[in-house]
Structures are given as C-alpha cells and as structure tokens.
C-alpha cells in the first residue's frame, strides 16, 4: 500500500463539515472540511503513477534499435551486421522487424538534423551527455520527426526505454527534452535553424542532414562532370531516401517465390529480381541455404550486361574478380 493510499484511508468518513455545513455519506474530508476521497467511487491506485512505478521496459522493437546504435557509435560497428542479429535475438515478427529498422537507420541518416534540434532542447552540451542517453534522445527525436508515431508513445515509449537501459535518473530529463522536441514540426524546426545560416553549403548540410565536406565534394562533382549546381538538392535528397534490399535468385538453383511470399515485390529494373523492406532477410530458408542472395540492382544489371557480350574464342574458362557474399576489404 502506497503512502498516498495510507493517509487517504486514515481519515474518517465524514469527519469535517460539508459545503451545507453537513458531510455527505461516504465522503472523507479533512480537518479543514476539504473533500479528499469519495469512498463511493472507485478506489484510485496512486502507485501506479508514482514515479517509482511508471514504465521500466522498452518495446523489442525500440531495443533493437537502440542495441544497434550504441554499437554503432560505441564500438565503431556496422548497423547492417550488428541489425539482423539483433532482431533474431529480441525475436521481432516481420512487421516489427521492419519498423525498427527503419527507426535504425532513419536515425542514422538524420543524425546531424537530430543533434542540432536536440541542441535546443537539453539544457547542456550533447557531448556531455551519458551515451546511452544521447542514442535514446535520437531515437525519440526520428519518431518525433521522422515516422508517423503518435507524439504521446513516441515520448512515452522512448522514457521507458530510457528507465529500461540506463535508469530512472535521466528519464526526467529525455521526457522534458523531446516534448521541447514536439513542439515544432520539422518543417519549423529546420526554418528556426537555418535563419541566421548565410552560407549555402552550411544550410544545405543542415537541412539535409550530411557533413559539410561531403556537401562540398559532391559539388564539386557535379561541376566536374558538367552538371547543373543546382542538382545538388537532389543529389542530396537522393542519398537520403531509404534503401531497400534487392534479391537475386542463383538461375538453375534458386526461386524468390519464398520471398514474394513475405512481402518481396517484383524488381521494377531487373527481371527475376525482386526488393526487400522487412527487415532481416537472414529469416528467409531460401537466403541461408545460399540459393537467395542479397545483392545491388547495379551489379546485377552489370553481371546481365557482361553475360549477353559477344565472345571471341572458346567460353571455357572465366576470371572472377568480383567481391562475392561479404564485402570488398
């Protein structure tokens, strides 16, 4: 029993005067006549919105998410190895599997927009900030900002991560800090922030979420290779959209019928390939027998252009120099 709920049963009912100088049935007042408890209605149980017994857990979903984060920026790990492990360990269905990766990595492309928001919103430098706390902010801030979550569970659901993997000190502070956050869109977020920003390349990093040198080197490849300056926001935009897996089936050994089953659709560039957004596709039979794999619509269409060259001299013996499953050292 709560202390509340202690000293609200302590009082005798009907103890003081009511407001006609006569205490109703059932009511519990104080010693100044003020109503404390209608013992008629319903009990109220104070505890469970005690700050002791708010929420104290995470969503698998959001755990994923933020387990792959703090690899990210605490071991210097790659998202998309340390991502489908995580998923196979919380155990996530398809669906949930693909709304946190999406959260994963929305947060990751976002992260220098975020940082900046969330910059006016903590009453102390970010970098002074615990880490975990930090990575849970960012979280909250692309539900906020980025996906179509629901402001009271993206704030609500993000405290309770934060109970759940660092304690209950910081979450006073991350609840405060993203209902700053909720207050603007991110529409008026980015105006508030570039207002002063005179220089081009220093607004566009921000607006767009990218390091000011890679801003200033993907110009100067457009000017390079003949471009209009102006193609830069697209550019920009582009290298910002989510990506999504493509598949490819070995011809003679494998079928993407497994994967179209789960949600794969056609490929729109490539015959017989199709693309994948549910998250790990290491939970498709087909991709761990090897007959399925993972691999960029741009090297299918070179592999498919290279196959249909003509050949001089006999087709015995073939050189492959490419990278195959795993990456290029």
């Excluded at 202390?3 to 100044?32: H, I, L, T």
């Excluded at 929305?106 to 903590?122: F, H, K, M, N, P």
């Excluded at 993972?294 to 252009?305: K, T």
């Amino acid at each position: 029993m709560s202390a509340q709920q202690g000293r609200g049963r302590g009082g005798n009912a009907g103890s003081g005067p009511g407001r006609g100088g006569q205490a109703r049935p059932g009511e519990r007042r104080n010693a100044k006549g003020r109503q404390r408890h209608r013992g008629a209605g319903p009990q109220r149980d104070f505890s469970r919105t005690a700050p002791s017994q708010r929420r104290r857990t995470g969503d698998p979903a959001r755990l994923v998410a933020f387990e792959t984060l703090q690899a990210v920026q605490t071991e210097d790990a790659y998202a998309n190895l340390v991502l489908p492990r995580a998923i196979r360990r919380h155990r996530l269905d398809q669906r949930d599997a693909a709304w946190a990766t999406e959260l994963t990595y929305g947060t990751l492309r976002e992260q220098g927009l975020y940082d900046a928001i969330l910059s006016r919103c903590v009453d102390r430098p970010l970098a002074r900030l615990d880490a975990k706390v930090l990575t849970v902010l960012r979280l909250g801030a692309h539900q906020l900002l980025g996906m179509r979550t629901a402001a009271h569970a993206a704030i609500n659901e993000t405290v309770g991560l934060t109970r759940a993997v660092v304690g209950a000190g910081p979450a006073g502070m991350v609840n405060a800090a993203l209902r700053r956050v909720s207050e603007r869109t991110r529409e008026q977020w980015l105006t508030e922030l570039t207002a002063d920003l005179t220089d081009e390349t220093r607004r566009l990093a921000l607006e767009r979420s990218h390091p000011v040198w890679i801003v200033r080197a993907l110009r100067q490849a457009l000017a390079a290779h003949g471009r209009v300056p102006t193609e830069i926001e697209q550019l920009l935009a582009a290298d910002n959209a989510a990506p999504v897996v493509h598949l490819v089936a070995l011809p003679g050994l494998g079928s993407l019928e497994e994967a179209e089953r789960s949600g794969a659709e056609a490929s729109t560039l490539v015959p017989g390939a199709a693309t994948y957004r549910h998250g790990d596709i290491g939970r498709l039979e087909t991709v761990r027998e090897g007959t399925v794999r993972a691999q960029d619509v741009g090297s299918q269409l070179v592999a498919r252009a290279l196959a249909a060259a003509p050949l001089e001299g006999e087709d015995g013996r073939w050189l492959d120099l490419c990278a195959g499953p795993g990456g290029k050292g």
